[in-house]
């Protein structure tokens, strides 16, 4: 019994070695198991809509006579999942991609003298003064670490926003993410279905493909519900599969709707999830009222740039001062409701 086993063993082994040999970028056994995630998620999908078009023949029907209605779902069904590829596949905005951009640009514009310095994970150029006589004088930081330290207030020791893993120093909103071993620029969570953080880079798109996914979930169970109601003969087990796969849905609605309004509610507020729920752990959020947003511009600066400059993945935020903090902290009059304040 114990031969056959370690010869099934050794079997399943030399399948795999054969199957990353052709395959070498799923060596990775992260990787394999995010592309599992994917394939799952993917006929997750075809089978709620493979099983609702194969025993509603009423809906086959309708194709028929309103065949603009049966497109409109299909491309919502393409696009949702187009967009969750998108979105699994783009940058968060990591700090080690806008260091390196920054230092390049402040090589193109220096003429100093050029020193490399290793970080953790890539090369990053240093540029240092030097005298005329030769000698190094103190030479300081880069441009990088100078634009870091203009963001936060004066005195502000630099090991508190300097990272422990990755050895750089991180602009506010940043935090280092455990799962990709990479400091991630205004961090919101590490999202375990797309495999992905979101930050910066996709906190756009990641609010589409749940806006997306919402309203594909409720169109697919709009129809299972007309397919119930339907008076036509079926067979019992047909309509125990569809009532199964509604709850299951009904369930994933909810979800979803919680997480769509929690993030619009984010958006509006321009705040992550890292910092709503960590606020008193953030060294540079503790003395701030829960109530105060402090890097929020107003409803529609904050949409704006959201949709808009959240394509620039390196558009860094600086901490505010403490006059626009005592200016967002006051609470809202008749006139700044007329004035647009909250815009």
């Known amino acids: 019994m114990i031969m056959d086993a370690c ?3 050794d079997f399943s082994d030399r399948i795999m070695d054969r199957y990353i040999r052709f395959f070498p970028c799923l060596s990775d056994p992260a990787r394999r198991s995010s ?3 994917k394939v799952a998620l993917v006929m997750l999908h075809l089978v709620y809509a493979g099983v609702l078009f194969a025993l509603d023949r009423h809906l086959i029907e309708e194709i028929k006579i309103k065949p603009w209605y049966t497109a409109s779902y ?3 069904f393409v696009a949702t999942l187009i967009q969750y590829f998108l979105t699994s596949c783009s940058s968060p905005g990591y700090v080690l991609d806008a260091m390196r951009a920054a230092n390049e640009k402040d090589i193109a514009f220096s003429k100093a003298s050029k020193q490399p310095a290793s970080s953790n994970n890539v090369n990053v150029v240093v540029t240092v003064d ?3 006589s030769g000698n190094n004088v103190q030479a300081d930081v880069t441009s990088w670490t100078k634009m870091v330290m203009d963001m936060y207030p004066p005195r502000t020791p630099l090991r508190n926003f300097t990272c422990s ?3 750089v120093e991180q602009p506010p909103r940043t935090k280092h993410c455990h799962d990709c071993d990479r400091c991630v620029l205004q961090f919101d969570h590490h999202c375990v279905w797309l495999g992905t953080c979101i930050g910066q880079g996709n906190h756009c798109r990641f609010w589409w493909y749940i806006f997306e996914e919402t309203a594909l979930c409720l169109w697919t169970g709009i129809l299972f519900i007309s397919y119930l109601k339907a008076d036509i003969v079926r067979a019992w087990w047909k309509a125990v599969i569809v009532i199964v796969l509604l709850i299951t849905l009904s369930i994933a609605l909810i979800f979803l709707l919680l997480l769509l309004l929690f993030h619009s509610y984010l ?5 992550t999830t890292y910092e709503l729920v960590r606020r008193r752990r953030i060294f540079y959020l503790r003395g701030i009222p829960e109530r105060v947003y402090p890097f929020s511009k107003g409803v529609c600066h904050n949409l704006y ?3 808009c400059h959240r394509s620039n993945i390196y558009n860094l935020e600086p901490l505010p001062s403490a006059q626009m903090l005592e200016e967002r902290s006051r609470l809202y009059t008749c006139s700044d ?3 647009c304040r909250c815009c």
Not at 267 to 271: A, L, Y
Request: contains cysteine; aromatic residues 8%.
């Open 305 to 307: 740039d959201f949709c």
């Open 7 to 9: 010869h099934h063993r």
């Open 165 to 167: 893993y990755c050895h």
């Open 267 to 271: 958006v509006v507020t321009n705040q």
């Open 337 to 339: 409701i007329m004035r």
């Open 74 to 76: 299909l491309l919502l």
């Open 130 to 132: 030097r005298s005329p």
């Open 35 to 37: 592309l599992g995630l």
